[in-house]
């Protein structure tokens, strides 16, 4: 007997009381998005489950793009029967047979969703169970830590047969809570900022600052394939590439050395922000854990900040350093991350910044230079692009030169 389709469990959705339709429209358009390879599947949206009727598709690539799909606490593939006992038992014990090999052990485990079922849980088990124990002789039952699980879910619908319970990636789905910018370096944390945020349903666009000739293509390159490691969890990036010399230039030039990184932090905020408010974001997102840099102290966060009073969200805050490279591992961005082609941020770096910089005496070395209209000629030469998918040809060229 084959699998016919995947069960879909809500987790944190089920919580949402009377704006539960809204995030279940999110994460039924996404699981649209990302299964929109697969021809023929037929998705269907309810209050409590969402199934995927496979209709003959393979079911384990399927599986793969789900895992990624922010807003599914579990999934599991099943089969659905009526709700008629003689049929769940012999539905039950076929699944068990195609699992079952020498020794192992199994347990039915029963959810009643539908309390109108004339048999409860207890009945359900016991009655599936003797059946399968009747006709299967060498298998056993344990209650505790069985090999196989059959579980049994009672719906109002019908009943769905599983047998494993596949983690889903939690959260909320993306969009469902909004728009922001990401500021995305080619560093380990603003990628893992990214996808944090996008786990709280937040669709991101990314702000990515180039420099060239201080900073190569490769380095540009690197930012873009960050950007397509997260784009399968938010469906795509738009990705808006900031040219960033000149603004640096004159900072280097007229910023005393100490406030030169406050200064450029500034800036990127400002642009940043401009972008925001152009595409009808709500808050911006940054990869600042608290005290990681000389720019990431409080009182540096204060001098920065001032510029603007768009929310900034800063999902790593109060993460270390290993936290972040579990996250960034887990999500596939570390080893592109560590590809030694510089970012902007590295660049004209002081030996001894500020950090503790003082707001007023940061504002009065900005009054010098007219920052207004570099930024609207930054604005007007911005690039733009949808990132899709991802490659690991850089990654490989890499290796290939070692």
Known sequence: ???????????????????????????????????????????????????????????????????????????????????????????????????????????????????????????????????ILMNMDSINVNVKKPDINLIVDVRRDGVYLSSEIIRGAGGLPVGSSGKAMLMLSGGIDSPVAGYLTMKRGVKIEAVHFHSPPFTS?????????????????????????????????????????????????????????????????????????????????????IAINDVTSTPILRPLVSMDKIEIIDIAQKIDTFEISNLPYEDCCTIFTPPAPKTRPKLDKMQYFESKVDFDSLIQETLQNIETINVSTEVKEDIEDFVDLL
Do not use: C, W
């Not at 990624?68 to 003689?86: H, M, P």
């Not at 090999?101 to 309390?115: A, I, L, N, P, Y």
């Not at 540009?220 to 997260?230: R, S, T, V, W, Y």
């Open 217 to 301: 293509e490769r380095a540009k390159q690197k930012a873009i394939d960050l950007a397509k490691k997260m784009a399968p969890y938010n469906g795509n990036v738009k990705m808006h590439i900031v040219p960033f010399t000149k603004i640096q230039e004159i900072i280097h030039k007229e910023i005393p050395e100490g406030y030169s990184m406050t200064a450029t932090r500034r800036m990127m905020l400002r642009i940043t922000d401009e972008i925001r408010r152009k595409n009808s974001g709500l808050a911006i997102v940054t990869g600042e854990s608290l005290g990681q840099v000389a720019s990431q102290t409080l009182e540096s966060m």
């Open 1 to 131: 007997m084959k699998y016919d389709r995947i069960l879909i469990r809500y987790g944190e959705l089920s919580t949402k009381g009377k704006n539960r339709n809204h995030f279940i429209t999110h994460l039924k358009r996404n699981i649209r998005s990302v299964l929109k390879e697969f021809k023929g599947l037929v998705i269907q949206g309810g209050h409590d489950r969402m199934y995927i009727l496979l209709n003959g598709h393979d079911s384990q690539p399927i599986m793969e793009e789900l895992s990624k799909v922010f807003g599914i606490q579990s999934f599991s593939l099943a089969v659905k029967t009526e709700k008629n006992l003689d049929e769940m038992k012999d539905v039950g014990l076929t699944l068990v047979k195609q699992l079952y090999q020498e020794g192992m052990t199994f347990k039915v485990s029963t959810r009643r969703g539908d309390k109108s079922f004339q048999y409860d849980t207890n009945d359900i088990n016991h009655a599936i169970g003797s059946h």
